[in-house]
Antibody, heavy 124, light 109 residues
């Protein structure tokens, strides 16, 4: 059974940093691109970042470029999102999601499994 | 950036009704469109990919159609468990450019 479990969320002050983790199981993690998607309280979904299956390519939404870094450790089956210079507008539930198609190195654009999400609160 | 305009933003329907949600892209995205269902407090769930392909395990009352800029999501016979918010998502171009529609909240009348 495919499982994605996020952790690392919490309360952080504006300008602070936080690292999110997503532990994957039930599939060959190293074969799939992975993604982060976020949802501000009471709002819709916003795409954040992607990383290719071997970590060689990364992509970021303009809203987080230069402040967030996506990475992965295929030996630990874990995806990460290092978040810095956090702003009030970054407050959201952050979901990791698996790309549907392992034959796509970068991304098929289809997210077939999602974690339960971890809440990031940015407040002084 | 490609903008996705989803309508309506909310919808109330009765059990057994046929429900339709539309999504319009600001430019041609071919069939690079997915539909997700999100129930309160839960993660989104993939229902339809590539505009019209039903994800494995998803009931056949859900369907999608369209290409280019205009897309439609349909529930043929609304069930109580279908109460959720539905999102379209385009994936034309690089991942940095992926965008979601603003969502349609579906309620039972």
């Amino acid at each position: 059974e495919v499982q994605l479990v996020e952790s690392g969320g919490g309360l952080v002050q504006p300008g602070g940093s936080l690292r999110l983790s997503c532990a994957a199981s039930g599939f060959t993690f190293s074969s799939y691109a992975m993604h982060w998607v976020r949802q501000a309280p009471g709002k819709g979904l916003e795409y954040v970042s992607a990383i290719s299956s071997n970590g060689g390519s990364t992509y970021y939404a303009n809203s987080v470029k230069g402040r967030f870094t996506i990475s992965r450790d295929n030996s630990k089956n874990t995806l990460y999102l290092q978040m810095g210079s956090l702003r009030a507008e970054d407050m959201a539930v952050y979901y990791c999601a698996r790309d549907q198609n392992p034959t796509f190195y970068d991304s098929s654009g289809i997210f077939d499994y999602w974690g339960q999400g971890t809440l990031v609160t940015v407040s002084s | 950036d490609i903008q996705m305009t989803q309508s309506p933003s909310s919808l109330s329907a009765s059990v057994g009704d046929r429900v339709t949600i539309t999504c319009q892209a600001s430019q041609d995205i071919s069939n690079y469109l997915n539909w997700y269902q999100q129930k309160p407090g839960k993660a989104p769930k993939l229902l339809i990919y590539d505009a019209s392909n039903l994800e494995t395990g998803v009931p056949s009352r859900f369907s999608g159609s369209g290409s280019g800029t205009d897309f439609t999501f349909t529930i043929s016979s609304l069930q109580p468990e279908d109460i959720a918010t539905y999102y379209c998502q385009q994936y034309d171009n690089l991942p940095s450019m992926y965008t979601f529609g603003q969502g349609t909240k579906l309620e039972i009348k």
